[in-house]
């Protein structure tokens, strides 16, 4: 049996992610961090930050290094956790987070609370345009995309069908 959650609760599970963003300013990365909490127990199962400048790797979002460490600790989906984060979600952690099913995410700035101090855009896409992106034809995005020529595309898919028939 799940607990309702508790505001008060919340609101401390969403100041920590704000503080590790603070700090992880401070140590010279991102303002970003992802606090999961187990819903029924309030136990906190992960707290991870921001860690794309501190390792070169654009993935490293706080909500992508958060899921990366629970699946290493074998926990592959957040049934029956919220998950709190520094801003609302960038389509990359919302996708991921989509994946992972938590029963709801709490952010603590919106994406245009964020954008008045932060831009974090890229050579296709600004803060105010990667959501926009998505929802574009392939042909449309501003990240050339185009189906390429295979004797068989539909193979790799039909063959795990044939393999996991019976999951």
């Keep these: ?38 819903r029924s127990t309030g136990e906190v199962l992960q707290e991870s930050t921001n860690q794309v400048v501190q390792s070169g790797d654009v993935t490293a979002h706080a909500e992508i290094t958060a899921l990366r460490a629970l699946a290493a600790a074998g926990r592959r989906e957040l049934t029956g956790c919220d998950v709190f984060v520094t801003a609302s979600p960038c389509p990359m ?38 959501y926009d992106e998505y929802a574009r034809p392939e042909a449309e995005r501003a990240l050339p995309m185009s189906q390429g020529e295979v004797d068989d595309p539909q193979a790799p898919f039909r063959r795990y069908r044939e393999t996991h028939a019976d999951d």
Excluded: I, W
């Excluded at 505001?7 to 991102?30: F, M, P, W, Y």
């Excluded at 919106?110 to 896409?125: I, K, M, P, S, V």
């Design 1 to 38: 049996m799940t607990t309702s959650p508790d505001a008060g609760s919340d609101a401390t599970h969403l100041a920590r992610s704000v503080a590790l963003a603070l700090d992880n300013v401070e140590d010279g990365g991102k303002p970003f961090a992802c606090v999961v909490v187990e």
């Design 93 to 130: 952690c919302l996708g991921a987070l989509y994946y992972a099913a938590p029963e709801r995410v709490v952010f603590a700035a919106t994406r245009e609370q964020e954008g008045e101090h932060y831009e974090d855009g890229g050579r296709y896409f600004s803060l105010a345009t990667f």
